[in-house]
């Protein structure tokens, strides 16, 4: 079921959306070398939590932290630990936070120093790629365009295109529907709503788009150990077009 959001619930997803934003912004500083995944994890929950935020992540089906940290080859969901940052890594950090039981979901690449060339490239094409399908998002727009915009950009680079997770709607849940895919098929046709609210979230890598599940049943990496890319925003859909909920 997709759920319309009235411009009351709109109005604290707003709220909560640029809380998470500022999150990001109060970690930025402290992404260097030498810094652990478990440092940052601490810093942002307690950051949600002095701002009157809960961090929805922790707890939900057993994942342990507030935010999903992941390194390099890892794709998405990769559990904080004692890992240090080192110099050239790319760290993708991903959060959903809730104010008054609505929620807001965004993630970020960082890089950690200076990046090489392919690793510079991937970064800063991934994040375009993310705002080319927010472009195609407004009322009336069948959700399958917000993927082929991504994939219309990204192919042409030969990056892989992750395809076992995708965008997805959210509020009074982290995952509601519809779902929004990253590349161009025919099984998600549904028109976007006025109201609606939705996540684009391309996961680009500089390899193949396969993927697994490493034993922690959490952490997923590239198959082929090449570096990946994540950016997210959430995003309420207009007559116009669409206002990015995660951004200050």
Known sequence: MIFIKSDEEIKI??????????????????????????????????????????????????????????????????????????????????????????????????????????????????????????????????????GKAVEDYIKPFGYGIVRDYCGHGVGYEIHEEPTVLNYYSTRYRQRLKENMVITVEPMINLGSDYVKVLGDQWTVETEDKKASCHFEHTIVVTKEGCEILTLK
């Open 13 to 146: 997803m707003r709220e909560c959306g640029t809380l998470l934003a500022e999150m990001y912004d109060y970690l930025a500083p402290y992404v260097q070398p030498g810094i652990s995944a478990l440092e940052l994890d601490k810093l942002a929950e307690n950051f949600i939590r002095k701002n009157g935020a809960v961090p929805e992540q922790k707890g939900y089906k057993g994942f342990p932290s507030t935010l999903c940290v992941s390194i390099n080859e890892q794709v998405i969901h990769g559990i904080p630990s004692r890992r240090t940052l080192k110099e050239g890594d790319l760290a993708s950090l991903d959060c959903t936070i809730s104010l008054k039981g609505l929620m807001t979901d965004s993630a970020r690449t960082f890089p950690v120093g200076k990046l090489d060339k392919k690793h510079q490239l991937l970064m800063e094409r991934t994040e375009k790629s993310l705002y080319l399908g927010i472009d195609a998002v407004r009322a009336g727009v069948r959700v399958n365009e917000i």
